[in-house]
């Protein structure tokens, strides 16, 4: 199995609804480095499996709509505690819906994407999907 990882960021604001969320049940806010791994078990005629520059351009606007944004406010996340859990799972079906629509060119052999969302050097999660 191959796979490309491209990496960026976000900054978002949110607040979670439960007592077992304790003080982050307050609006605050969280940057994400976001990891975004497209996995493969076969490469193109070029040898490779996803351009990695497409995919660091598509990666950067999918992580770009949820910047710089409170999350509370936005009509896809309604009723939804936005998690790292939850934010890993949307950038990996916004991802797979570009790899769909040929954003990242010629992406035939791609058949995984795994999206890690890392909170701080000592804790993170992530979100596996087949395409």
Same mark, same amino acid.
């Given at each position: ?13 949110? #607040? ?18 976001? @990891? ?14 996803? @351009? ?14 949820? #910047? ?19 934010? $890993? ?10 790899? $769909? ?5 010629? $992406? ?17 999660? #992530?979100?596996?999907? #087949?395409?």
């Amino acid at each position: 199995m191959f796979g490309v990882t491209v990496r960026d960021h976000m900054m978002v604001a949110h #607040s979670f609804r439960g007592e077992v969320f304790g003080p982050a049940q307050q609006l605050h806010g969280a940057t994400f480095v976001v @990891d975004a791994t497209f996995r493969g078990e076969a490469l193109d005629a070029d040898g490779i499996l996803v @351009d990695i520059g497409r995919a660091t351009e598509v990666l950067k606007a999918v992580v770009g709509e949820l #910047s710089y944004r409170n999350l509370d406010d936005d009509p896809a996340f309604a009723g939804t505690n936005t998690t790292t859990e939850v934010l $890993a799972r949307h950038v990996a079906d916004r991802l797979a819906e570009q790899v $769909a629509a040929g954003a990242m060119g010629a $992406a035939e052999h791609v058949n995984g994407i795994v999206v890690t969302l890392h909170e701080s050097h000592v804790a993170w999660a #992530s979100y596996e999907r #087949s395409l």
